[in-house]
């Protein structure tokens, strides 16, 4: 993360990878989601959001993981969840519909938005390259990028500084992060209000 964090235009490429990679493990995802402790950080981090967002888009989303916790935690949320690949994202429409929840999946690679400016309320990536200008680009003034990664908790909290500056450079007035279980996850506030 601190490379994707420190020198964004030179690790661009990666986001294509990613989407090419993890498209051909979208069967198997699902299985690395069971690992002890692998949704760890992303609960402790939703037990912190006090207000019920009203729109909600998680980046990245792969087979949903994210996107379904978020709308059984907030049922009246409009959620979108986008990812670069369109394997992960049959997946997950799947996925949504045997849980009966409705999301709308989307295929776009998450360093270029097809969003208006401000246009979500909270805004939600884990374990995948965080790209805080178009994050903080969408969220609403008074809203809040949540950035969760399962597992590495140290070695994140070592990188945080690095996302942190990107952050606040790109918008957000109020940043910070721990610790959870084997993981990590922080936060980042837009300047204005909802």
Do not use: C
């Amino acid at each position: 993360m601190w490379a994707f964090a420190k020198f964004p235009e030179q690790t661009r490429w990666a986001s294509d990878i990613y989407g090419r990679s993890f498209g051909l493990l979208a069967g198997l995802y699902e299985l690395w989601t069971e690992t002890e402790g692998y949704g760890e950080a992303l609960g402790d981090a939703l037990q912190e959001l006090r207000r019920s967002p009203k729109t909600v888009l998680d980046l990245a989303t792969g087979t949903g993981f994210v996107a379904s916790a978020v709308k059984k935690r907030f049922p009246d949320a409009d959620l979108t969840g986008v990812d670069a690949s369109a394997e992960m994202v049959a997946v997950a429409q799947h996925q949504a519909i045997a849980d009966g929840l409705t999301i709308d999946y989307q295929v776009s690679d998450s360093s270029s938005l097809p969003f208006a400016d401000g246009f979500f309320d909270l805004v939600t990536l884990q374990n995948s390259i965080p790209f805080p200008e178009e994050m903080m680009r969408v969220v609403a003034p008074g809203g809040r990028a949540l950035i969760v990664y399962s597992f590495g908790g140290p070695w994140i909290k070592l990188a945080w500084p690095a996302l942190v500056a990107r952050l606040e450079a790109a918008g957000a007035e109020h940043v910070w992060g721990r610790r959870a279980g084997p993981g990590y996850f922080g936060f980042a506030r837009k300047g204005g209000s909802i």
